[in-house]
């Protein structure tokens, strides 16, 4: 069964920093990755996805994460937080087209001034 | 730029009672679902809807449950009873048939059972 491992729930950086938050997959197939994020009180915005393309994936809001499939993970990151960022973000995966997202516990991303 | 909406923002009940949640999905999308997440917790899938049918659901979507898609645009979860466990944000998603596997969530419905 597919799932998702978000290592540390929540993430404390300084204003400029580099931001890394963890993601690990499970999958017995090619996996669709996403990283979701979620400002307080509202919904869940698309950052960036991995469809089997290119491994490194540009966002929106200056993320990016890589795919490595021999560590079978999608960690994002980005170079310089900014305040703005601080939110929570989920990873998930889908295993086929029109299947259920799987989330991760979602990390929660702290930025301090 | 073409959105996922949902109504009511917020929705109080008495447990019980039964309640509509009503989401729009964009336009041209085929593919629907309905998510859930409960306070301080993850994003859980609920059901997945395709032409005209439930297409994959989870154990948390029992017999309390159903969807429905009544016209051309909305798509609809009801909860038959709610318990107070059914209190939570309530996300609608819709995806196209073909391209990038994304789905578009719309802002949530928060349900609260009393």
């Known amino acids: ?113 | 730029e073409p959105e996922v909406t949902q109504t009511p923002s917020h929705q109080v009940t008495q447990m019980g009672q039964e309640v509509i949640l009503r989401c729009v999905p964009i336009s041209n999308h085929l593919y629907f679902y309905w998510y859930r997440q409960i306070l301080g917790q993850k994003v859980e899938f609920l059901v997945s809807f395709y032409n005209n049918e439930i297409s994959e659901k989870s154990e948390i979507f029992d017999d309390q449950f159903s969807v429905e898609r009544p016209d051309g645009s909305n798509f609809t979860l009801k909860i038959r009873s709610t318990k107070l466990e059914d209190s939570a944000m309530y996300f609608c998603a819709s995806s196209a048939v073909s391209g990038g596997y994304e789905q578009f969530f719309g802002p949530g419905t928060r349900l609260t059972v009393l």
Not at chain 1, 42 to 48: D, K, S
Not at chain 1, 74 to 99: N, R, W
Request: aromatic share 12%.
């Open chain 1, 1 to 113: 069964a597919q799932s998702v491992t978000q290592l540390g729930s929540h993430v404390s950086v300084s204003e400029g920093a580099l931001v890394l938050l963890r993601c690990n997959y499970s999958s017995s197939v090619p996996p669709y990755l996403f990283w979701y994020v979620q400002y307080p009180n509202q919904g869940l915005q698309l950052l960036l996805k991995y469809t089997s393309a290119a491994t490194l994936v540009k966002g929106i809001n200056g993320f990016e994460a890589e795919f490595k499939k021999s560590e079978t993970s999608f960690h994002l990151t980005k170079p310089s937080a900014h305040m703005s960022d601080a939110a929570e973000y989920f990873c998930a995966v889908i295993p086929k087209q029109g299947g259920k997202l799987i989330f991760g516990q979602g990390t929660e991303l702290s930025v301090k001034p």
